[in-house]
């Protein structure tokens, strides 16, 4: 059996294959990213899941495709426990950049990006794959993500920016209280998620001017930093993976024509573009 999953800080798509690449079952878990979460917790978030477990002993390969695994410690984190879960089986950890990489590129020079609850993007030279900057999470960077736009939402209601009639309906869509506001982002394990949770509240009022323009701003913030630094910009077609740029493709679309940019495809989920490639090149 060989399982593989995709995900970050909100969820993790699985999908276990066999000898024969059928596919056995696919599920989803709450999210894995070892920069946010303790070994406890994402140690339990797998054994807790009876469908994960109960072979175990069967699996020869686990392909982890996650936010937070760019960097040496979190992935050895990551390494050790799935290797204690899964401990006949041969583990492979790569970034969610990765992930996006082999599902969006179809092995083709490109620009992918990731706008979900976090945000990164990459320049794949059909080999290898090129970062302008490192990314340093939720608190620095992000741009145009989930976690992005909750932030502008939050702080815009505070400082009194936020118009009245969206503030009010924002008052009646959320717990706007101090003190709970607080506890989630300081005390519970995924301030990022939670953070992020607040974009759905963009998606039902985008419609609105002062909506449309926070996500034209943000969008706007992630080309300057993430795609127009690539020189390759203007010669390889550009893909986006994730929830943000899925339900405001016609926002993305509106930025990227302002600088002569094209967006060549934007996958909601990569699990199943992901599934068909590790087919097609790696079992």
Known sequence: MILIAEGGSTKVDWIALNDEKEEIFRLRTAGLNPTV????????????????????????????????????????????????????????????????????????????????????????????????AKSLGYILMDEASGNYFGKQLICDYYYHRMPKEIAEKFEQAYNLDADFIKYNLYSLPDPNAYLASFSKFLFEHIENSYIKQIMLDGFENFFMCRILPYTHAHLVPIYFIGSIAYYFQDVLETVASKYNLEVAGVIQSPIDDLITYHKNELL
């Open 37 to 132: 979460f303790s070994r406890e917790i994402i140690e339990s978030r797998i054994v807790n899941d009876f469908q994960l477990v109960k072979d175990r002993e069967l699996v020869k390969k686990v392909f982890f495709y996650g936010a937070g695994c760019g960097t040496d410690t979190p992935k050895s984190v990551l390494n050790e426990i799935l290797k204690g879960v899964y401990y006949n089986a041969e583990i492979v950890i790569g970034d969610d950049m990765l992930g996006a990489v082999y599902a969006a590129s179809q092995g083709q020079k490109s620009i992918v990006c990731i706008l979900g609850t976090g945000s990164n993007s990459c320049y794949f030279d059909g080999e290898n794959v090129e970062q302008n």
